[in-house]
């Protein structure tokens, strides 16, 4: 196991009616609010007016921003600098999943940063100080509402790039699953690829003296393969909708990766699928994942690969090990299939024309991963078996 | 899964060497520390030294409380926080196992309260300040390095309680799987029985939706099954070592427990043990635990101990289902019997004559446990059976 320092900071309220502890919480930090959110779904839902009248009963004051993208845009991020910077904004809240979350770290980053905010994208260090965050979460995806990274997209460059900052991690978390019941079928099968794909992502590494860590990504594996079925089939399922949130921030909030090494080269191959086309980021991982699986597995892999089928797809310990392998792949690609997520990269309008210039971007700081490292022709490879 | 509000503040620093981060976390809290320790083994593994030396280095000045008993005892917490009083200590640093930890909460506690610290042993609400705790780990079994929790013993009514504030909860902790090699092989084995056993407290629950914690805690379970007996055998194997010393510490923390209904009934029932005859906490629940299955085991306990057979151990999930528990049960008891912990009471000097006693002290505040409810005479046949 490879030293690391544990230090989760953020506090989770989970469950039904959780709301209830949003003022006391608020209050804490101050009594002006940026409300972020996105197209508009908490208002349908009934959310958004529930949060406005917890404001108005407690004498909070808020502006809002709206209309934050899926893939989260520096205007966007820009657009809220300048709001919480006029309204004096003392802690932003997030209501949404993780784009909102994302794009409102940022705003609480670029707050404090003299200069322009994509800035702060290309180089997290320029971050010294952090508005509080706190989040609402509407969507088990991204894990965004219990860690300190944030992915931002610039469409006039087609760079799609993570950033990070401890201080961007939330101050709170209101995990109420029951506002996850109105998450369509499409969302719900590309929000559980992505918690399947982050866990992917720790648990495919050298690092196997980590055995505590590797049995309990297998334990989140297993809950999003039972449970986003059964949330797809049953929206209102609270059994399912509560264990997919739950999994969703502990996927990603280090509880997996504390003592590997991480991977991480699935995320950054689907980062520029999302930059050039402005894909569902789960959906772009849920195509990619089997084949770089398929890229990755050699003798050194195989083993790792072996585990993976037997623990997650109980399959047969005492049959061939590339066989176990193949399967197992098989299973995660069937998996997908399962969800309604399409299974190649023709399907959601990518072609062959702007492959080699993605896998270049994707390797322009160097290979990517170490379980099995990637070159840029590796990655071009991947994304044609892709197609 | 149960509502529930996560918050664990404790940093950990994890891995070897990880004590050079000793002097500036101290610093953050103060110069004046309260240094808390055992019988003397950190003097004899050269521990000691090594924190005096970074205390004289770095102008931290310390005063000392050795010889903290294995049932931490109330006369050392009063103690304790003399010495905190005398010294105006700013922090109290404790190394060891949970012992020293669970004392020095408790002096940390009791330094504000206005009155004998056992007052706040037997009722937690009295702790409104806790000076800031900070610990080295010397032996994994207790969790105490990561929670809010703390058991005092007193001799003078046989009463060995737990009590509990949020406040108690280390800062940090130092956690090097190096500085637990020179644990020997009965007290490893009583530490891994202690940590399966918080396993188990959480784990046979009512809450059976709580899908996600269950895989999480059969994950921790498989982890202490492999590598307690591989720590007894070779002492000095880092993985092993690593993989305790962290499952320790996530076993009780909460990642477990939040979301269920808990047990904790083996414990109540074996702090009566250690109370009356100062036995080793991890051993009494050894001997306790098959019987405490046993008797818990009925038409509606049975899938979950199905699922433990299946999941744990590896049973075959198409024979006979009581065949299965059954078998399961003796799994465990097997397994405490390989670490040579002994299976019986009679074997650590109890006899029949407290047993009524002990049963009745058990259950003065009314039945233990939710899963299978156990009254006074539940807690006397168990005590019997494991005789």
Redesign the interface.
């Known amino acids: ?9 953020t ?6 009616d ?1 709301i209830d502890v949003l003022a006391n919480n608020i209050k804490k930090y101050g009594s002006k609010v940026l409300l972020v959110y996105g197209g508009g779904s908490i208002k349908k839902s009934g959310l958004y007016d529930k949060i406005v009248t917890i404001f108005n009963k407690n004498d909070i004051e808020f502006c809002e921003l709206s209309g934050v993208e899926p893939n989260p845009r520096i205007t966007s991020v820009r657009k809220g600098i300048e709001l919480c910077r006029e309204n004096k904004v003392d802690i932003i809240l997030a209501v949404g999943g993780g784009s909102v979350i994302d794009c409102s770290k940022v705003i609480g980053a670029g707050y404090y940063y003299n200069g322009d905010a994509w800035d702060i994208v290309l180089n997290s260090r320029k971050i010294t100080k952090v508005l509080p965050i706190a989040t609402i979460l509407t969507l088990a995806a991204t894990g965004s509402e219990m860690d300190a990274g944030a992915v931002i997209s610039n469409l006039d460059t087609n760079e799609k790039l993570p950033t990070f900052n401890p201080d961007m991690a939330p101050k709170f978390s209101i995990l109420d ?1 029951t506002n996850t019941f109105s998450v369509p079928k499409n969302q719900t099968a590309a929000g559980t690829a992505d918690i399947m794909s982050h866990i992917f992502e720790v648990y495919f590494s050298n690092t196997n ?4 860590q590797n ?2 990504a ?3 594996l ?2 999003c393969i ?2 986003g079925e059964i949330a797809m089939s049953d929206p209102t399922n ?2 399912a909708r ?2 997919l949130m ?2 969703s921030s ?1 996927a990603i909030n280090g ?1 997996l990766s ?2 590997k090494e991480t991977e991480w080269s699935v995320h950054a191959m689907e980062h520029e699928l999302s930059a050039f086309y402005d894909i569902t980021h789960g959906v772009g991982l849920a195509i990619l994942t089997p084949h770089w699986m398929l890229y990755a597995l050699n003798d050194n892999t195989l083993d790792k690969f072996v585990e993976y089928g037997v623990n997650v797809w109980g399959l047969n310990p005492d049959t061939d090990k590339y066989d176990i392998a193949h399967k197992s792949i098989e299973k995660t690609k069937e998996h997908f299939i399962s969800l309604g997520i399409p299974s190649t990269l023709r399907e959601i309008g990518i072609g062959e024309d702007k492959l080699e210039k993605m896998a270049k971007q994707a390797t322009s700081h160097g290979k990517l991963g170490s379980f099995k490292p990637l070159a840029m022709q590796d990655v071009l490879n991947i994304y044609k078996a892709s197609l």
């Open positions: 196991m490879l030293n690391f320092d544990y230090s989760i900071g506090k989770i309220f989970f469950g039904k959780k699953p003296e980590a055995f505590m049995r309990m297998e334990a989140l297993k809950t039972k449970y609270y059994e509560s264990n739950w999994t502990l509880l504390y003592g």
